[in-house]
């Protein structure tokens, strides 16, 4: 394929490559996407509420049963386990061919397959903490003080951490490619930060269009693992 051949020599050319992914890239894990054709946003009920309101703030603190159950039935990372995509970007990184993975993901799964320098957007599922004593733990828990537990990651209405957002921007700027995967870029502010690349090649690697298309230097519409496999093949 001459898409995998031209992504090969791109990588092999690029001293600094920035991975940016969302949803998308985990579907071939068994985790589904948000906006994809079978997209949890597309399943627009679930007792009685939309996605969007299940996953805010407010929501989590006056239904969090409603939550709790959203996140088992949906969102549930329990025996999910990294895809060749996920296993290859680790691979390049001890390369030193991918310098970071931005990810707008909460299932941890870059970690889990070996990658280093991951900067979390939206936080991530292994983390739980209690908002009173903070007390942590990688998964939920009922806490001895009697206070809330809860997930570390970004609910609807709520802001993203600054630290990791100044780091994402940073990265990019510094990136000479810049590799898109699994996410329509619809996503604001996280899709916002691709904004900031002004480096050599930007690849979009995501299986329907995205508002930027016609600024990539390479298109693949497959799957992220099967693609990343067939680089690695011809790497």
């Known amino acids: 394929m001459d898409e995998i051949k031209q992504l090969v ?17 985990s579907t071939d894990s068994g985790l589904a996407d948000f906006r994809g054709k079978d997209g949890l946003y597309k399943q627009r009920d679930f007792m009685g509420f939309e996605p969007e309101t299940i996953l805010s703030h407010d929501f989590f603190f006056s239904h969090r049963d409603i939550f709790d159950r959203y996140l088992e039935e949906k969102l549930s990372i329990n025996n999910i386990k990294p895809n060749m995509g996920h296993k290859v970007l ?11 993975v931005i990810t707008q993901n909460i299932d941890d799964l870059h970690q889990e397959a070996g990658s280093k320098n991951v900067l979390e957007l939206h936080g991530t599922l292994k983390k739980w903490y209690c908002i009173k004593c903070n007390k942590r733990d990688t998964k939920p828990f009922i806490c001895e003080c009697g206070g809330v537990v809860r997930p570390d990651v970004t609910l609807y209405g709520e802001m993203l951490d600054e630290e990791v957002t100044k780091l994402a921007i940073k990265e990019i700027k510094k990136a000479d490619t810049l590799i898109i995967v699994g996410t329509s870029l619809t996503v604001y502010p996280a899709a916002y930060y691709v904004e900031y690349f002004t480096g050599k090649n930007l690849v979009i690697l995501n299986e329907t269009p995205t508002s930027q298309d016609d600024k990539a230097n390479l298109v693949i519409r497959e799957k992220f693992a099967k693609v990343m496999e067939e680089v690695y093949k011809n790497f």
Do not use: M, P
Request: hydrophobic fraction near 45%.
């Open 9 to 25: 020599e791109i990588i092999k050319n690029s001293n600094y490559i920035v991975v940016f992914t969302g949803a998308g890239a």
């Open 90 to 100: 680790a691979e390049l990184e001890k390369l030193g061919k991918v310098k970071s």
